[in-house]
């Protein structure tokens, strides 16, 4: 089997059709670029081909570098690794030059590429050394290069030639936010040449071969006297972009991830030098960049393990339990976004609340968005009349006749949902399954009030419900395995991520965060500069501080989930000294974002302007800081610590789903690859010094797991013991 067809037409166009067999979409390995390399020697050596199509049997053309590939190349080491890349710019190269004559520029055979759908990453990368890209006018296809998302950079010449092609600062948001275009902005920015009626593709490819003359395939790079568009470094306009986009890479990433600096090494070195010298500079930054810990991590967790669990990695071995309709209970902040991503997806949803007012306000919250979503040009009228179509906003019960799963969104007290548990299940059929988004109580106690426990367990979603990626799935005590299944299949359907894991005080996700923030609230009333509490937990990639968190969940939510606490958790309660700073800025009215005073003081439209000076009076600033560092370990080591219990707990039986929990979940500094990968990184033996020497200064809380201690002791990792989905010992 090949991944690569080639045929010669009776007018001489050789037509090279990528079609990995058994896949969806194109990916490419390394047997696959000999194969192309083969094909394209076939076609330049042929005197009867005066040209070449490259073009995909695949609705899409390409998805880009097989992830799975890039973690494998990298055990042969760094230099094998250079060799590797190396090679593959010369494959690319020689699809540039087309075989022309390097001196003159002429006698070139012309190839171009013609796109019918997506192409990234690599896929995008191939027809960047074309000497043209078509593509089809599919609105849904995605062009560009996302290499950055999960921790690396375009290193196939995307990054080289896209910066010569562009120009620094047109090129910047493709290269350093990995931002993809459909076709028709794609060509609007440069990215593509044409966009064509999709089945006007292969014609109007072949017609351009045809017609092509020796200078159509000279690259502005290889030909004489070539400027790099707004000028290179030492241009007066070049200088101001590099520093300008220097800055911004700073201020956005605070330094934490290696992809962003090494691509922009690349660039500023590789505009200095010609094409060639620029590719082996992209190809050293790229290495250094696989490399790095952060990389490995970054793309085990986002790429490889997110994918392995929304394909269901930890799914039990139920029937399809696809979701046809959907009743969503309580249509406020949480059920009107659950309604809205069911909607979007398809399923029929009917969303109740108490008064037909509020359920209309919900489905309101639908139309919101989908009007965002005109303005976006990314959604339509018809289909957002279709989406809006599926919601039934209603109070009557009735309705949820046929429903094959209900989420409950109602408010966070136990009695009301036990009250909501009963009227639905008095409304719908045996086999339907009930998920409640409790945030905070446990699935086994609110399991107490159905007739069917085993059909009963937690969906929790994050908010925005809309942006946010992650659901986390609670088993109860008696939750059996078709519940477990649907909330899978339900979470796949409306595309996000799930996690799955056993009952416990707020589950993983919450557990981890409250140590996070209730650490940074700690530490003002100790007396450090909240300054560099917030600034030391962005300086560690953690995308908000802890007191802008606070602020974000609101003061009042703290204050509830504190005396929730302290009345489960009695005299063990080891959080009074956070408490006496929540409840003393409660006092002043300070409750956060919502009351525009919070930690933050924040304008009249309510947007944040900073630090709230008060705090100051407060909680004066002692004169003796800690350092950064201390206050980093701190702020990290409150949620890893929480995330090792969770897992020796048995709460957490996957270590992946920990790490793209954490990620996806509450932002847990993406560059490390989750709370487990960043232990590993680390080195357990390092994490169990840092823990005794917190816990001498900082108490209990930061004594060191057994597991992580025990792994220290026998010189193993996370990954080591638990990785690929080996389940945990608890
Ligand atoms: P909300 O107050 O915005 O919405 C609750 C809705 O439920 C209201 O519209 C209310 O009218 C309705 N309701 C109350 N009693 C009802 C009843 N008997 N029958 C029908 N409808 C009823 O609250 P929310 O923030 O959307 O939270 C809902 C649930 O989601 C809670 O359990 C909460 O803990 C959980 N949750 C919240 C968040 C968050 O960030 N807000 C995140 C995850 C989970």
Request: charged content about 20%; overall charge neutral.
């Amino acid at each position: 089997m090949t991944d690569f067809a080639y045929a010669v037409d009776g007018d001489g166009v050789a037509t090279i059709t990528w079609d990995v067999p058994g896949k969806s979409m194109n990916v490419m390995s390394m047997a696959g670029y000999g194969e192309l390399e083969g094909l394209i020697d076939r076609a330049l050596g042929d005197a009867g081909v005066k040209g070449v199509i490259l073009t995909s049997g695949k609705k899409d053309f390409a998805g880009g570098m097989d992830l799975n590939v890039i973690a494998r190349m990298k055990e042969g080491g760094a230099e094998a690794l250079f060799a590797g890349v190396m090679a593959i710019h010369a494959l690319l190269r020689k699809i540039e030059r087309a075989g022309m004559d390097p001196k003159t520029l002429k006698g070139g055979k012309p190839i171009v590429a013609a796109m019918p759908g997506t192409g990234v990453g690599i896929g995008y990368e191939i027809p960047l050394a074309c000497h043209r890209i078509i593509a089809a006018d599919n609105p849904k296809a995605k062009i560009g290069l996302p290499e950055i998302q999960v921790g690396i950079f375009p290193g196939a010449g995307g990054t080289t030639r896209l910066i010569r092609k562009l120009g620094a600062m047109v090129a910047a948001p493709f290269l350093l936010e990995g931002k993809l275009s459909d076709p028709k902005s794609a060509k609007a920015n440069g990215l593509i040449d044409e966009v064509v009626a999709p089945e006007a593709l292969l014609t109007r490819a072949k017609e351009w071969v045809l017609a092509a003359t020796d200078a159509d395939l000279v690259k502005p790079w290889d030909a004489k006297g070539y400027k790099m568009p707004g000028g290179n470094p030492y241009h007066p306009a070049g200088y101001m972009t590099f520093v300008g986009a220097n800055a911004m890479v700073m201020g956005k990433t605070m330094g934490v991830y290696p992809a962003a600096r090494a691509l922009m090494q690349a660039v500023y070195e590789g505009a200095l030098v010609p094409f060639d010298v620029a590719l082996k500079i992209e190809t050293r930054n790229f290495v250094s960049v696989l490399m790095n810990p952060s990389s490995t991590a970054m793309i085990r967790s986002l790429f490889i393990n997110k994918e392995a669990l929304e394909k269901g990695a930890n799914r039990p071995a139920a029937p399809d339990q696809t979701v046809r309709k959907v009743g969503v209970i309580g249509a406020g902040m949480m059920g009107a976004g659950i309604a809205y991503v069911s909607a979007l997806a398809g399923i029929e949803v009917v969303l109740i609340d108490a008064t037909q007012e509020a359920a209309d306000r919900g489905k309101a919250h639908s139309s919101d968005l989908l009007d965002k979503g005109i303005q976006r040009r990314a959604m339509t009228l018809d289909k957002k009349a279709e989406v809006l179509g599926r919601i039934n906003a209603t109070t009557d019960y009735a309705a949820l006749s046929g429903v094959d799963l209900i989420v409950e969104a109602v408010f966070e007290d136990p009695s009301v949902k036990a009250e909501v548990i009963a009227k639905v299940e008095a409304a719908v059929g045996p086999e339907c399954i009930f998920a409640s988004n409790t945030s905070t109580l446990p699935i086994t106690g609110l399991a107490t009030s159905s007739k069917r426990p085993d059909q009963f367990i937690g969906v929790h979603f994050f908010s925005p419900v809309d942006r946010m990626a992650l659901v986390e799935i609670i088993k109860g005590a008696q939750t059996g395995d078709r519940a477990v299944a649907k909330a899978l299949d339900f979470v796949r359907q409306i595309r996000k991520t799930p996690i799955v894991v056993n009952d416990a005080r707020y589950f993983y996700a919450n557990r981890c965060i409250l140590p996070y923030t209730n650490e940074g609230i700690r530490m003002v009333s100790e007396g450090v500069s909240p300054v560099l509490v917030e600034n030391a937990a962005k300086m560690v990639g953690m995308p908000v501080g802890p007191l802008q968190l606070t602020d974000e969940i609101s003061i009042d939510l703290g204050i509830k989930i504190a005396k929730a606490t302290k009345a489960a958790l009695g005299n063990a309660y080891p959080d009074d000294d956070v408490d006496a700073v929540i409840f003393a800025l409660a006092e002043k009215g300070r409750m956060g974002r919502k009351a525009k005073a919070g930690f933050y003081a924040y304008d009249a439209a309510g947007k944040r302007e900073g630090l709230w000076e008060g705090l100051g009076q407060m909680w004066p600033v002692a004169e003796d800081q800690p350092d950064l560092v201390t206050v980093q370990h701190r702020l990290l080591m409150s949620q890893v610590l929480e995330a090792v219990r969770a897992l020796e707990e048995g709460v957490l039986t996957d270590i992946r789903e920990g790490d793209v929990g954490a990620i996806l979940g509450w932002g847990f500094a993406p560059w490390s690859g989750g709370p487990f990968a960043w232990l590993d990184i680390i080195g357990a033996t390092k994490a169990v010094e840092i823990c005794d020497g917190l816990e001498a200064t900082h108490g209990v809380r930061y004594a060191a797991p057994a597991l992580l201690r025990d792994l220290a002791a026998k010189g193993e990792g996370f990954y080591d013991r638990f990785g690929g989905g080996r389940k945990s010992a608890a």
